[in-house]
Nanobody
């Protein structure tokens, strides 16, 4: 069973940065489409960014130019570099892996951006 563990969340002032990490318990990061999603209180979960096994990336319009998704296959880890954070970026950020047709989720990490 594959597990995903996120880290790197926290409290930051508007304009600040955080780097979120998602570590997989097995070597799937380079073989899967990996994604970051977020859910704010009272809102539906939304896609933030994805990276395919081929390295293609995709971003929500709201984060383009501010967030960057990347991966390190040797460390079985996916990252989300978040810059120029805004209060509306406040949410629980969760990592997802689509591996062999199965969706796997981490437990999430809280990001809070103060104004």
């Amino acid at each position: 069973q594959v597990q995903l563990v996120e880290s790197g969340g926290g409290l930051v002032q508007a304009g600040g940065s955080l780097r979120l990490s998602c570590a997989a318990s097995r070597n799937i990061v380079s073989r899967s489409t990996m994604g970051w999603y977020r859910q704010a209180p009272g809102k539906q979960r939304e896609l933030v960014a994805t990276i395919t096994s081929g390295g293609n990336t995709n971003y929500a319009d709201s984060v383009k130019g501010r967030f960057t998704i990347s991966r390190d296959g040797a460390k079985n880890t996916v990252y989300l570099q978040t810059n120029s954070l805004k209060p509306e970026d406040t949410a629980v950020y969760s990592c997802n892996a689509n591996y062999l047709g199965i969706n796997i989720w981490g437990q999430g990490t809280q990001v809070t951006v103060s104004s």
